[in-house]
C-alpha cells in the first residue's frame, strides 16, 4: 500500500527572536517591534486557515517532529506545545532540537539540559514507530555544547542499527533535528557533529531516508552528494517552513512525501497569497535500485491551488503514514490548537481578534444511536467566573451514555443538541475564572461535569464538580473512576450508611459501578456477596469479594439470605428477586429503577433509587482511598477519541468488564 507524508517546518519566531507574550508586560526581543508583530500575525492568520482546510482530507499514521519546540526551553513554551501535540489524535515520533535546551540558564543547559521536555513532551528522546511497512527512528542530537550543529554519538548508532535489525524488510526512516546535509544555498558547515562516521553505519543498516530541520529551507538531496560510500544512496529530505516569516529566500512551504516502495514521491507546496492557498510547486520521484535512489523525475509546475472541496487524487490520498514537523515554537495569543491531519502539515488554528479558538469534540447534532457520533472541529469554550476550563486527557465512558444519546433524558436532566458526551474526565486546569479559589492553573483533576463535554479537548467545571487527581493514578485510570465510584460511593455510604460487619449483595459486581461499590464495600469493613457471570469471577476475587457468585449457574437467592443492602444496576428480574434476601430494616438501592413499593412493604425493607451527582468532596475522599491502595479502577480498553463510535456501541451491551476510556490526549510526563 503506498504511504505519503506531508512534511513541513514552521517556526513562528526563530532562534534570533523571543516570542511574543499575551501580557504587556512581558516584552519581545527589539527584533519584534509592533509593526512587525502586527504584520506577523495577519499573514499567519491567512495562511493557517488554508492550511487547515488542507489537512482535513486525509490523515497520516504516523507524525514526526523534529524538534525546537520551543523558542527558550520555557516551561510556558512547553506546555504551549504540549497542547498542540496533544490535539494529534495520531502515533507520534517526537525528537528535540537545540532551543529545547535552556540557553541562559547555565546549570540547567550543562546539568538538565532536556529535563523540561523529558517531562512536558516525553520521556523517550529517541522513539521508534514500526507498522507492516515502514520503520521510523528518532534521533536526539540536541546537545548543551554543541551550539548549533548538535551531535550524535556511538551508542545511539549502536541503538539505531539494534533497532532495524529486527525489520530487514522495511522502509527505514530516521528523523533528527539536525541535518546530515545542508540545503543548497546555505553555507558553512553546520551539518550534525560526526556525521562522517554515522553515516558509515546507515549504510551498513542500509537507512532509505533522513528527515531533519533547522533550517528553513525545503530541498530534497542524496547522500551521495557529500558521502562517497560504495554500493550506498540514501534521501536526504529537508523541510522548508510553514508559518514563518523568515524564509531564508523561500516562500512558507510543505513537503508531502508518499512512499510506494520502491518509488518515494516528494511534492513540495508553496503558499500562494494571490491565491490564499498553497499550490504544488515541485514534484520530484525517486526510484531504488538494489545499491542507489535515482531520480525518475523532476517537475516543476504551477497547478491550480489546494482545493480543499474535493479529496486529492488516489496518489496523493494515499495511505498517509508520516508528518514532520521542526521549529515548533508558538506564540500564545494566536495559535491555540494543533491538529495534525494529513502528512507533516502543522495545523493550528489562528485565532484572530475576531475569532474564537477550536478544539476537537466528538458531537451529536441529533438523538440516536452510536453511530450518530461525529469527530467535529468546534469552538472551544470559554469558562465563566465560576468555571474552570480543564485540557481533557482522558474521559470514560459509562453504561448510561447510550440512554442519554437517545434522547431519553433529555428533559428530565436537561441534555440539549449538540450534544457532546463524556461525564468522567481526568485533565489538567488550563484557566480559572474570577471567583474560583479551590482549583489552580496546572492543577491535575478529575470528575465529573454535570452536563458531560469530556469528550472534546477541552471541557469547563463547576468547582464542586472535580477534585485532585489521584496522584498514584494515570489521566487514563482516573479517567475511569468518577461516575462510577461517586455512584458506589453515594448509594453505600450517602443512602445505605454501610458499616462494619453488615453485609451487602452487589448485582454486576464486575461492571463500571459494581467494581468500585466491591471495593468501596470492603475498605468500610463490610461482607460482600457479588454475581457476575463465568467469566467475570477471577476479578469479582480480586476485588476483594468474599462471595462470588455465578448467576449463570446459581440463583443469588441460594447464597445471598437476610442481608443489610443490595445494590442492583440491573433492574427488572433481577431487582423483584432482589427483595426477598434482605433482612427487615433493610434497604434495596436500585439505579435504574424505582423500587416496588408494594414488595418493600411485604418484606418490610426499605428502597431507594441511586441518582448519582457531581460531589467534589466525595471524590476528594475516593481519591484517598484510591492513593491507599484500597480501591483501583479496572480499566478494560483504552480507545482512541476516533473510536468514540466503537466506544458507545460497547457500553450498549451492558456487559463491559470494568470501564471503556478513551484517550482524549497523549499522557503529560510527571
Known amino acids: 500500500m503506498a504511504k505519503s507524508v506531508t512534511w513541513s517546518r514552521r517556526c513562528i519566531t526563530d532562534r534570533d527572536h523571543v516570542r511574543c507574550e499575551r501580557s504587556s508586560r512581558e516584552k519581545s526581543d527589539a527584533h519584534l517591534n509592533s509593526s512587525f508583530r502586527s504584520a506577523f500575525w495577519t499573514r499567519a492568520s491567512a495562511i493557517i486557515r488554508p492550511l487547515l482546510d488542507f489537512i482535513t482530507v486525509t490523515k497520516p499514521d504516523l507524525v514526526a517532529v523534529s524538534g525546537d519546540l520551543t523558542q527558550r526551553a520555557r516551561t510556558r513554551q512547553f506546555l504551549e506545545a504540549r497542547n498542540f501535540l496533544d490535539a494529534i489524535p495520531f502515533p507520534k515520533v517526537v525528537v528535540p532540537g537545540n532551543h529545547d535546551v535552556p540557553l541562559r540558564n547555565v546549570f540547567a543547559r550543562l546539568f538538565r539540559k532536556l529535563d523540561r521536555f523529558r517531562r512536558w513532551i516525553s520521556d523517550d528522546l529517541e522513539p521508534f514507530y514500526v507498522d507492516d511497512e515502514i520503520a521510523v527512528s528518532g534521533i536526539n542530537t540536541a546537545r548543551a555544547l554543541t551550539g548549533k550543529n548538535g551531535r550524535i554519538n556511538r551508542r545511539q548508532l549502536q541503538k539505531l542499527r539494534a533497532r532495524f535489525a529486527t525489520v530487514p524488510g522495511h522502509v527505514k526512516i530516521v528523523v533528527t533535528h539536525h541535518p546530515f546535509d545542508l540545503p543548497p544555498g546555505v553555507v558553512g558547515d553546520r551539518v550534525v557533529l560526526r556525521a562522517e562516521s554515522a553515516m558509515k553505519t546507515l549504510a551498513q543498516v542500509p537507512v532509505d531516508m533522513l528527515l531533519a530541520g533547522h533550517f528553513h529551507v525545503a530541498s530534497t538531496t542524496r547522500t551521495t552528494t557529500r558521502y562517497k560510500i560504495e554500493n550506498f544512496s540514501a534521501l536526504i529530505v529537508a523541510s522548508g517552513t510553514a508559518i514563518s516569516t523568515r524564509e531564508r529566500g523561500q516562500p512558507n512551504s510543505l513537503n508531502v512525501i508518499e512512499i510506494n516502495a520502491p518509488t518515494i514521491t516528494i511534492t513540495q507546496h508553496?503558499?500562494?497569497?494571490?491565491?490564499?492557498?498553497?499550490?504544488?510547486?515541485?514534484?520530484?520521484?525517486?526510484?531504488?535500485?538494489?545499491?542507489?535512489?535515482?531520480?525518475?523525475?523532476?517537475?516543476?509546475?504551477?497547478?491550480?491551488?489546494?482545493?480543499?472541496?474535493?479529496?486529492?487524487?488516489?496518489?496523493?490520498?494515499?495511505?498517509?503514514?508520516?508528518?514532520?514537523?521542526?521549529?515548533?515554537?508558538?506564540?500564545?495569543?494566536?495559535?491555540?490548537?494543533?491538529?495534525?491531519?494529513?502528512?507533516?502539515?502543522?495545523?493550528?488554528?489562528?485565532?484572530?481578534?475576531?475569532?474564537?479558538?477550536?478544539?476537537?469534540?466528538?458531537?451529536?447534532?441529533?438523538?440516536?444511536?452510536?453511530?450518530?457520533?461525529?469527530?467535529?472541529?468546534?469552538?472551544?469554550?470559554?469558562?465563566?467566573?465560576?468555571?474552570?476550563?480543564?485540557?481533557?486527557?482522558?474521559?470514560?465512558?459509562?453504561?448510561?451514555?447510550?440512554?442519554?444519546?437517545?434522547?431519553?433524558?433529555?428533559?428530565?436532566?436537561?441534555?440539549?443538541?449538540?450534544?457532546?458526551?463524556?461525564?468522567?474526565?481526568?485533565?489538567?486546569?488550563?484557566?480559572?475564572?474570577?471567583?474560583?479559589?479551590?482549583?489552580?492553573?496546572?492543577?491535575?483533576?478529575?470528575?465529573?461535569?454535570?452536563?458531560?463535554?469530556?469528550?472534546?479537548?477541552?471541557?469547563?467545571?463547576?468547582?464542586?464538580?472535580?477534585?485532585?487527581?489521584?496522584?498514584?493514578?494515570?489521566?487514563?485510570?482516573?479517567?475511569?473512576?468518577?461516575?462510577?465510584?461517586?455512584?458506589?460511593?453515594?448509594?453505600?455510604?450517602?443512602?445505605?450508611?454501610?458499616?462494619?460487619?453488615?453485609?451487602?449483595?452487589?448485582?454486576?459486581?464486575?461492571?463500571?459501578?459494581?467494581?468500585?461499590?466491591?471495593?468501596?464495600?470492603?475498605?468500610?469493613?463490610?461482607?460482600?456477596?457479588?454475581?457476575?457471570?463465568?467469566?467475570?469471577?477471577?476479578?469479582?476475587?480480586?476485588?476483594?469479594a468474599d462471595v462470588a457468585v455465578d448467576y449463570t449457574k446459581t440463583r443469588f437467592e441460594d447464597v445471598a439470605k437476610g442481608v443489610d443492602a443490595v445494590l442492583d444496576p440491573v433492574g427488572r428480574e433481577t431487582l423483584a428477586r432482589s427483595y426477598g434476601v434482605v433482612k427487615k430494616g433493610g434497604i434495596v438501592m436500585s439505579l435504574v429503577a424505582l423500587p416496588d413499593r408494594a414488595e418493600l412493604k411485604k418484606s418490610g425493607v426499605r428502597g431507594a433509587a441511586i441518582s448519582v451527582h457531581p460531589d467534589a468532596e466525595d471524590l476528594a475522599e475516593i481519591a484517598q482511598l484510591i492513593d491507599a491502595g484500597k480501591i483501583k479502577p479496572i480499566v478494560t480498553q483504552v480507545l482512541p477519541m476516533s473510536d468514540a463510535v466503537t466506544a458507545q456501541q460497547q457500553a450498549t451491551t451492558h456487559h463491559t468488564r470494568g470501564k471503556i476510556v478513551l484517550r482524549i490526549a497523549d499522557e503529560p510526563k510527571s
Open 270 to 544: 508553496r503558499w500562494e497569497a494571490t491565491r490564499r492557498g498553497c499550490e504544488p510547486f515541485s514534484t520530484e520521484r525517486f526510484t531504488r535500485s538494489s545499491i542507489a535512489w535515482t531520480r525518475a523525475s523532476r517537475r516543476i509546475t504551477r497547478a491550480t491551488a489546494c482545493d480543499t472541496s474535493k479529496r486529492h487524487n488516489s496518489n496523493s490520498c494515499a495511505r498517509q503514514f508520516h508528518t514532520n514537523v521542526t521549529g515548533m515554537r508558538v506564540p500564545t495569543p494566536i495559535l491555540q490548537l494543533l491538529s495534525l491531519t494529513v502528512p507533516a502539515v502543522l495545523s493550528v488554528s489562528a485565532i484572530g481578534a475576531d475569532e474564537k479558538p477550536m478544539m476537537r469534540a466528538v458531537v451529536a447534532h441529533e438523538y440516536g444511536a452510536p453511530e450518530v457520533l461525529k469527530l467535529e472541529q468546534v469552538p472551544r469554550p470559554e469558562p465563566k467566573e465560576d468555571e474552570a476550563l480543564v485540557r481533557v486527557i482522558a474521559s470514560g465512558v459509562n453504561p448510561a451514555d447510550p440512554l442519554t444519546l437517545s434522547g431519553k433524558y433529555a428533559k428530565e436532566f436537561g441534555t440539549h443538541l449538540p450534544l457532546i458526551p463524556g461525564y468522567d474526565i481526568a485533565g489538567i486546569v488550563e484557566k480559572t475564572g474570577a471567583n474560583v479559589t479551590k482549583l489552580k492553573t496546572g492543577e491535575a483533576v478529575y470528575g465529573y461535569p454535570t452536563f458531560g463535554g469530556g469528550w472534546a479537548d477541552y471541557v469547563t467545571v463547576k468547582e464542586w464538580e472535580v477534585a485532585g487527581k489521584p496522584a498514584s493514578l494515570k489521566f487514563v485510570e482516573a479517567a475511569a473512576v468518577p461516575m462510577g465510584a461517586l455512584t458506589a460511593w453515594q448509594a453505600l455510604v450517602d443512602v445505605a450508611k454501610l458499616q462494619p460487619g453488615q453485609t451487602i449483595l452487589i448485582h454486576g459486581g464486575s461492571g463500571g459501578v459494581g467494581s468500585f461499590a466491591v471495593q468501596i464495600a470492603k475498605a468500610r469493613g463490610a461482607r460482600v456477596i457479588a454475581t457476575a457471570s463465568t467469566a467475570n469471577q477471577d476479578l469479582l476475587k480480586q476485588l476483594g
